[in-house]
């Protein structure tokens, strides 16, 4: 009888081992996709906050000379006098 005690108990042993490595395997990629994850929204964050940061310095500068002048010059294509304009072909 014992034997057989002893041969269940390592068959159950067994079973528990791999089971517990079937967890642990789920985890890891579980872990690998939260980390991709992770990466993938820090890199979006911190384009987001670039864009934060230039429309704060387009706030900041809206109604100055120089913006006044950035604008004519990138809206409406305006120069002012003597100056020579290169135009690249696209």
């Known amino acids: 009888m ?9 068959v159950l042993f067994v079973v528990a081992i791999i089971g517990l490595s079937f967890t642990y395997v789920a985890q890891e990629r579980s872990i690998a996709d ?6 993938s929204l820090t890199s979006r964050l911190e384009s ?3 864009t934060v ?3 704060i310095l387009l706030r900041d500068s809206e109604g100055t000379q120089d913006f006044i002048i950035k604008c004519a010059r990138e809206l409406l294509g305006w120069v002012f ?3 020579v304009v290169y135009k690249t072909e696209k």
Do not use: H, S, V
């Open 48 to 50: 987001l906050e670039y």
């Open 2 to 10: 014992r034997p057989i005690i002893n041969k269940f108990l390592i």
């Open 53 to 55: 940061e230039e429309y």
């Open 81 to 83: 006098d003597g100056e």
């Open 34 to 39: 939260q980390n991709e994850k992770i990466d």
